[in-house]
Each structure stands twice: as structure tokens, then as C-alpha cells.
């Protein structure tokens, strides 16, 4: 038996590998789960706007006929309220239980440029309020939900500066939860949101905090009028699918948060979308109070974009586990993976981070700035640097464990320049630890790597994990500070100048380096 045994690791190593099965567990939950999503009840009746006086001229304000058609639809047994092809101009608005907004092709909801037609609910100001409401959607076939968020953000600064409306304007803005965001749904059951375009927010496009079977698919996102326009933003909700959306953002693309330290962002299924950011493509962790769990990250792409095509981070306390990402395509993104743990808002609240698998990763990292020219592009902090590496970083009491990077293929401009910014091999102590500091791939200024950086971590491997480098750099490939049990089997590593050994190892134990024909 014990030789059997044997020979079927030596065969069929991953069927030994309890994150491997553990991660096939989450997959077949996580379909289960999202199954449930398509029960939620469509509704037959259908009532056009037009019904209740709603004028689609594009000037006359609708709030309360809109929102007097809601109520009935929710009081008569739910259905679709209905808009054909016009401008419908309207304030803040309440969507009702087992009521959908329906947007046929040509269709545009068009948010008020006066900020005091909208409210202030749950923290934040929104156009589509829904809160605590079960069986409530936008779907439509093609028609526009346009928030003005340009105009309403600077008539909003307009009032600050008249001192009818209180606020600091920190960096020369508003802040996020004054300025109105299209949609927020709070605590809410059964939700999709489908067929549209959501565009021109003043704030996060859409944020689902809380909710239960939320479906979003199938939605062109243009969220770059303003600071802080992400794509879609979920908050500590359970079983979430985000899938076929065209997403162009100011700000983060798709967000997870966990804003509070009771709740669990978890069962969220994240595929087939395409994203372009002046942020980070796919991302959570900020904030992290409570924590994420089985979250899938499928057949995606991150293109021209600022920051890293994926961030996770544990920075505020919470938990980040069983995270599997798989077939991300990374084009002219300014940095790939970043994993982190930190201690932003509660010292000594220590987060962690596991089990977490990123495997058919093509990525290419450019050498100079990917979001150039875009009416808000990423900032210039922490510069000068050298063109940073992937990194996974813990604390020096918090590490990073149990990450599989498989089938990984990054291209990097290389071409560090040591007279530039330098730090040697002799010289890791210098890269400091910032536990408090946010969250972002270049927060460390100049890293000793331009593969990958690891610090902080155990159980790692690599597998088949191909670095290619344009130009000639003084660093190495790959270092490990602070690694334990790690496993690096078929690398390739591919860059101009004199051979020198890829990986360098630094105060780490238990690092085994598999050197396969042709490898290395």
C-alpha cells in the first residue's frame, strides 16, 4: 500500500495536496451558491413611466413621480417599471421590494445637477437608494443610468465655498459619502443588475454593502468623471456573481470591502470581465475590518492600468482566506500581483492572510506610465523608483501563508539602475516594514527584486513561473526575505547580461529550488 501510495504522488502529486482539495470545495460551494441566484422571481407586470406622468424630456425633474411609481408597483405586487427611449431627469429615488427598473435602448436616467436633490442615507448619498429590500433589480436593453457626476461634484464645491454645505475639502474635494454614487443597496436580498450602462458617478459607481444573491452581469461601466470612481464596490456581502462587465474607472475597478469587523465579504464569483483603471484592476482589503472568504477570480482581464492588476490586503485587522485566481491576462498594467498584510487603522490588530492560489497569470509590465493622458490618472507618489516586482508582504509577526503561483508568465522592462536607486543584497534591512501605511505595490519605493519580492511569508510555491526582462537590471529575479518552506520547480528566468543565480534567499529556511532541464 505504501508503495502504491507512492507512486500515485509521484504521478498525481496535487490529489495529496489538501489546499488542492480544499480549493475544489470552495468551487463546487461556490456553485452551489450562485445557483441560488437564479431563482430570483421575474416579474410579468410591466408599467411604463409614461403611466404615472413621468416626463422624459430631459429637464423636467421626476423624483416624486418615480418614486410614486415605485411605491404603487411595490403596493400592487411587484413588477417592472418600464422607461422607453428619453431623458428622465430625477433626484435621489427608493427602489421597493419585487421591483424592477427596466431601461429599454435609449432610455437614460439622468441624475439631478443640483446636489440638494439628493438624499443622505446609511453614510453615503446615492441617485437609487435600496435598503433593506429583497427581489429588486436594474435590468434593461441597453438604456443609461448617467449620474452628471462632474457637474454635481463641482456645483458641490460651489456650496462649500458659498458655506451652505459643511465640509473640509480634503485635496481640493468633496468628500466620497456627500457626493452622490449611482446605486447603493444596503442589506438587501435578492438583487441584479443587468443590459445597462452605469456611467459619470460623482462618487463609487455602485456599491452592494451587505446584500444577499446579488447578480451583476452584463454592464458597460464608464466611471471616470471624478476622484474615486470605482467600477463596483462590494461590502461584506454573501453570494455575489460579477461577470461580462466592460469596466473603464478613475478609480478601482472591482472592490471588495469589508467595512465591518462582524461581517464576511464571501461566495463571490468574479469572471469573464474586462478592466481598465487609473487604480487597481481587481482589489480588496481596504478596507479589511471584518474579512473574505471563497472568492473566485476567473477568465479576466486588466489592461492599462496604474497600479496592480490584482490586490489583496489584510490591512485593518480582517482576514483574507481561500481566494483562487485563474487565467488573468495583465496588458500595459503597471504592476501584477500584491499581497499584503498591514496594521492601517488599529495597531496591533494583527490581519492575516491564506490559502490563496494564482495560477495562469499572462501579464506584461511597462516602463513607463500606463494610464497617461486619462482625465484622472494614478498619481506620481512614491517616484522616483525603479519599476517595482510583484510582492507578497506580511509583518514580521503576520505572514502571508500558503500561496501557489502556477503557470505564471510576467514580462518586465527590467533595466533597474543601481545609481538610480539602490538596494543591494547586502542591505534588505533597509526596506522598511510600514505596517500602517495604505496598501498599494509601490508603497516601498525601491524593492530588491523585479520579479517577485516575498517577505514575511511560509508555505510558497512556485510552479512553472516564467520572468522575462527587456533590459539588463541589477537585481535579481526573485528574493526572499524572511521565507520559510518554500518550493520553486521549473522556473525560467530570462534576461540581457552576465548569468547570476535568479533567486536569493535572505534569513529563510526550507527553500527548495527544482532545476528541471532547460530551467534556470
Keep these: 500500500m505504501e508503495k502504491s501510495r507512492q507512486s500515485l504522488e509521484v504521478l498525481f502529486p496535487y490529489l495529496f495536496d489538501g489546499l488542492f482539495w480544499r480549493m475544489i470545495f470552495i468551487s463546487i460551494l461556490l456553485v452551489f451558491s450562485l445557483s441560488m441566484l437564479t431563482s430570483i422571481p421575474a416579474f410579468s407586470a410591466d408599467y411604463k413611466a409614461s403611466l404615472f406622468g413621468i416626463k422624459s424630456n430631459g429637464t423636467t425633474l421626476n423624483t416624486r413621480s418615480i418614486q410614486k411609481a415605485i411605491d404603487y408597483i411595490h403596493e400592487n405586487g411587484g413588477g417592472r417599471l418600464v422607461f422607453d427611449v428619453g431623458r428622465y431627469l430625477t433626484g435621489t429615488i427608493y427602489l421597493k421590494s419585487n421591483v424592477t427598473l427596466h431601461l429599454l435602448e435609449g432610455a437614460v436616467l439622468v441624475g439631478s445637477p443640483n446636489p440638494f436633490d439628493y438624499d443622505f442615507n446609511h453614510k453615503w448619498t446615492a441617485l437609487i437608494f435600496a435598503l433593506e429590500q429583497e427581489n429588486v433589480g436594474i435590468t434593461g436593453e441597453g438604456g443609461v443610468i448617467d449620474g452628471q457626476g462632474f457637474t454635481v461634484a463641482n456645483n458641490l464645491v460651489d456650496l462649500i465655498h458659498k458655506g451652505l454645505v459643511k465640509d473640509p475639502l480634503r485635496n481640493d474635494r468633496p468628500r466620497e459619502a456627500i457626493r452622490p454614487q449611482n446605486i447603493y443597496f444596503w442589506r438587501c436580498k435578492n438583487v441584479r443588475i443587468e443590459g445597462i450602462t452605469l456611467k459619470d458617478p460623482a462618487s463609487w459607481n455602485q456599491q452592494y454593502d451587505q446584500c444577499q444573491n446579488v447578480v451583476i452581469k452584463n454592464l458597460i461601466i464608464d466611471s471616470k468623471s471624478y476622484w474615486n470612481n470605482d467600477g463596483v464596490d462590494i461590502v461584506d456581502c454573501d453570494n455575489v456573481e460579477v461577470a461580462n462587465l466592460y469596466i473603464d474607472a478613475a478609480d478601482d475597478g472591482i472592490c471588495l470591502k469589508s467595512h465591518d469587523e462582524k461581517a464576511v465579504c464571501q461566495n463571490v464569483y468574479i469572471h469573464d470581465n474586462v478592466v481598465r483603471t487609473s487604480a487597481n484592476g481587481i482589489k480588496f482589503g481596504t478596507a479589511s475590518l471584518g474579512g473574505f472568504r471563497n472568492i473566485r477570480i476567473i477568465d479576466n482581464v486588466v489592461y492599462d492600468t496604474y497600479r496592480s492588476a490584482i490586490t489583496f490586503a489584510a490591512v485593518d485587522g480582517g482576514f483574507v482566506e481561500d481566494v483562487v485566481v485563474d487565467r488573468l491576462k495583465s496588458i500595459n498594467t503597471g504592476n501584477v500581483i500584491f499581497l499584503r498584510i498591514g496594521e492601517r487603522w488599529r495597531p496591533g490588530k494583527k490581519g492575516r492572510m491564506s490559502n490563496i492560489s494564482i495560477s495562469n497569470v499572462y501579464a506584461e509590465v511597462p516602463a513607463t506610465k500606463p494610464d497617461a493622458g486619462y482625465n484622472y490618472e494614478g ?40 545609481n538610480f536607486a539602490r538596494v543591494g543584497l547586502d542591505e534588505l534591512d533597509k526596506v522598511p516594514e510600514l505596517p500602517a501605511s495604505y496598501p498599494e505595490f509601490s508603497m516601498f519605493k525601491e524593492l530588491p527584486a523585479w520579479g517577485f519580492y516575498v517577505r514575511h511569508a511560509s508555505n510558497i510555491t512556485f510552479e512553472n513561473v516564467k520572468l522575462v526582462a527587456a533590459k539588463k537590471d541589477y537585481r535579481r529575479a526573485i528574493v526572499l526575505d524572511d521565507v520559510h518552506n518554500v518550493r520553486i520547480e521549473g522556473l525560467k528566468v530570462e534576461e540581457p547580461g552576465p548569468k547570476k543565480d535568479p533567486v536569493y534567499a535572505y534569513r529563510s529556511t526550507e527553500v527548495k529550488i527544482v532545476k528541471n532541464r532547460d530551467t534556470l
Aim: charged letters at 20%.
Design 379 to 418: 498619481p506620481w507618489e512614491h517616484q522616483p523608483r525603479n519599476i517595482s516586482p510583484s510582492s507578497i508582504v506580511g509583518q514580521p509577526d503576520a505572514f502571508i501563508e500558503n500561496v501557489i503561483l502556477k503557470n505564471i508568465e510576467i514580462h518586465h522592462p527590467g533595466g533597474g539602475d543601481p
